[in-house]
């Protein structure tokens, strides 16, 4: 019963150093999506993918890039990582959009 | 300019007493409504949700209040437990737009024994 599953759960990267963050879902879900959480700030939504093959910007999309590989897996780029970057990142699925999300454990990323 | 809003950053209350964990929306168009709780270092849990043709939804323990002409939602939880030592999440879901859910900043509860 693995639901959304994300790698890595803790990363720490060089200033401009680049990384990709993996999320697979099991649930057959539709939608899918990439929060950041920062003291203070909430969950905040970078991007969201609606059904395989789109993909949209959210709330704090600068910095970073998204694939939606397939239906379970969506993955989310940092090209040229900056330490304004250091978050805790979600990434979540939902059956449609809009719909009651489930969320994967969460990657400690750390940009030095 | 923050649609969703938790206005009491933590709360501690009895275990055995009631936590009431409050909710304020600016938008009128929200028509759905959800809690998630959060432990540390683990993602959020989905809790429990109202529609807006609601004013209330009760699952076990915890109970959703909706007020729509006060713009403000309450999550009750009756009894706290130390378990339930958590942050909580509302968010909001607008009737016209499916893109996203709107989140408040998160309330951190304590549930002392």
């Known amino acids: 019963n693995a639901g959304v599953t994300q790698t890595p759960k803790f990363q720490v990267l060089k200033t401009g150093q680049s990384m990709t963050l993996q999320c697979a879902q099991d649930m057959n879900h539709n939608s899918m999506y990439w929060y950041r959480q920062d003291p203070g700030m909430g969950l905040r939504l970078i991007y969201y993918?609606?059904?395989?093959?789109?993909?949209d910007k959210g709330e704090v999309p600068n910095g970073y890039n998204v694939s939606r590989l397939n239906k379970r897996e969506f993955s989310l780029r940092l090209e040229s990582a900056a330490p304004s970057q250091t978050s805790v990142y979600f990434c979540a699925s939902s059956g449609t959009v809009g719909n009651t999300i489930y969320f994967g454990e969460g990657s400690w990323l750390t940009v030095v | 300019d923050q649609q969703v809003k938790q206005n009491s950053p933590s709360l501690s209350v009895q275990e055995g007493r009631i936590s009431i964990l409050n909710c304020d929306y600016t938008n009128s168009m929200f028509d759905y409504f959800l809690w998630y709780k959060k432990y540390p270092a683990e993602g959020p849990t989905f809790l429990i949700s109202?529609?807006?043709i609601k004013d209330k939804n009760e699952d076990g323990r915890f109970t959703v209040f909706l007020n729509k002409s006060a713009k403000h939602l309450s999550l009750h939880i009756v009894p706290s437990q130390p378990g339930d030592s958590a942050v909580y999440f509302c968010?909001?879901?607008?009737?016209?737009?499916?893109?996203?859910?709107?989140w408040g900043l998160g309330t951190s509860l304590a549930v002392n024994p």
């Open positions: 109202i529609s807006s």
């Open positions: 968010a909001a879901k607008h009737a016209g737009n499916n893109r996203k859910l709107i």
């Open positions: 993918s609606a059904s395989e093959g789109t993909t």
